[in-house]
């Protein structure tokens, strides 16, 4: 009895195995290649007001309206370059081209701006300083091409202007306006 009871178990085995077989010809690996975009980069310029104010300590704030002129790269949605002119009305304006981290948030994007750049005070003497500027501010796209933005900069923040005076002396401005991007 226990050679047949062996025997059945070995056939049923088998039986098994013919059923379970299917196709055994190699399958070979699915390979998915990702998209590769040419490029990522994008070109802008804008234009915008500029409200600029110079605070020298202890004496008379030095403020002025300005037109505000830029022209930017960004490389990608993380890193740009952006030069900009803030002038051409009141006594003071602003040259500067900067490095521009940013950070998108939906449809906004948060920046910030870290440059060197040239703040000129002109009431009949022309008084300039060059040195760092840095700024922060939002950017929101408002269609595909045009955006909109607001920002902060700071463009000086040091003793002395110019050898005009040595007392402490803060020069910012702030921005709004709007951008075209190709």
Not at 141 to 149: D, K, L, P, Y
Not at 170 to 182: E, H, L
């Amino acid at each position: 009895m226990k050679k047949i009871t062996l025997s059945i178990i070995a056939a049923l085995a088998i039986n098994t195995f013919a059923f379970a077989g299917g196709d055994i010809s190699p399958v070979e690996p699915q390979i998915t290649v990702p998209e590769v975009s040419e490029s990522t980069g994008a070109f802008y310029v804008g234009l915008g007001y500029s409200y600029m104010n110079m605070d020298v300590e202890n004496d008379a704030d030095h403020d002025g309206d300005a037109t505000l002129l830029l022209a930017g790269y960004n490389f990608n949605q993380y890193i740009g370059v952006e030069g900009r002119y803030s002038g051409l009305t009141d006594c003071l304006e602003n040259a500067a081209i900067y490095l521009k981290p940013m950070y998108p948030i939906g449809g906004a994007t948060v920046y910030g701006l870290l440059g060197y750049g040239e703040t000129t005070y002109d009431d009949g003497s022309s008084l300039s300083e060059s040195g760092f500027q840095w700024g922060l501010g939002a950017n929101y796209a408002v269609t595909e091409n045009i955006g909109v933005f607001a920002d902060y900069t700071n463009l000086y923040n040091d003793t002395g202007f110019d050898g005009a005076t040595s007392e402490d002396v803060m020069v910012d401005s702030v921005n709004v306006g709007v951008t075209y991007t190709f």
